[in-house]
């Protein structure tokens, strides 16, 4: 018997958890480079730290009618569903990127938070828009 994760009621707020997977993996992919081309290597890791940082101090909350992004107890921004035309989470297998846009602007989130709550949460709180 397989146990799936407990989807939240659309009512309460959800915060995601971090996943450090995305900028260690950079880290990972620039140790190699460093034989191959430093400068490239330096860029790819100092681009993993940039977003190890963020995914340490970043955190996404889904509330009922908004996604609000914070940094520690501040709130950085406000996302209203009810703007929102369409999200997608870019390459299933291994999540990297989140997209969503609004009536008047585009947003790309690299891939710091948990995956599967992330779509969880985007299908219970905004189901009319498309994938």
């Known amino acids: 018997m397989t146990t799936t994760p407990s989807i939240p009621v659309s ?3 959800v915060q995601l958890a971090p996943s450090f997977k995305l900028p260690i993996a950079l880290l990972m992919i620039a140790v190699p480079l460093v034989w191959v081309q430093l400068w490239v290597s330096g860029a790819i890791a100092l681009f993993g730290v940039f977003l190890l ?3 340490a101090t970043l955190r996404l909350h889904f509330t009922s009618t908004d996604l609000d992004i914070y940094r520690g107890e501040s709130l950085l921004r406000r996302f209203p569903y009810r703007d929102w035309q369409n999200w997608a989470i870019f390459w299933p297998p291994m999540p990297i990127l989140f997209y969503f846009k609004e009536v008047n602007s585009i947003h790309f989130l690299p891939m710091l938070f948990d995956p599967k709550l992330l779509r969880a949460c985007l299908e ?3 189901p009319t828009v498309c994938e």
Do not use: K, L, N, Y
């Open 53 to 55: 940082i963020q995914a």
């Open 124 to 126: 219970q709180r905004c």
């Open 11 to 13: 009512t309460e707020t």
